[in-house]
């Protein structure tokens, strides 16, 4: 299964951007879908899941202002992300779950200026 993540860049401290994760595979069969992120140096951590029946988790950091989103006619999952703040600036990954295993997309980069 290959994730194909897109949708980084530079923003203002405010401003939005919305991150693409397509699958190879049908989403459908994907148990869980997620963003992660990574700065260096540090662990991943879980910004946002949403399972195959649609419910959803957020890191408290990030609550009111991500929302994560899941098409299966596309295999693809989403964040969007608004409110962007300067500590949000991290190297972005998304995950899906299969039967068959966990797999990772490569990670897009995500810049908050202040």
């Known amino acids: 299964v290959q994730l194909q993540a897109s949708g980084g860049g530079l923003v203002q401290a405010g401003g939005s951007l919305r991150l693409s994760c397509a699958a190879s595979?049908?989403?459908?069969?994907?148990?869980?879908m997620g963003w992660y992120r990574q700065a260096p140096g540090k662990t991943r951590e879980a910004v946002a899941v949403i399972t195959c029946g649609g419910s959803t988790f957020y890191a408290d950091s990030v609550k009111g202002r991500f929302t994560i989103s899941r098409d299966n006619a596309k295999n693809t999952v989403y964040l969007q992300m608004n409110s962007l703040k300067p500590e949000d600036t991290d190297i972005y990954y998304c995950?899906?779950?299969?039967?068959?295993?966990?797999?990772w997309g490569q990670g897009t980069q995500v810049t908050v200026s202040s």
């Open positions: 595979r049908s989403a459908e069969s994907a148990n869980v």
């Open positions: 995950s899906a779950k299969f039967p068959s295993g966990n797999y």
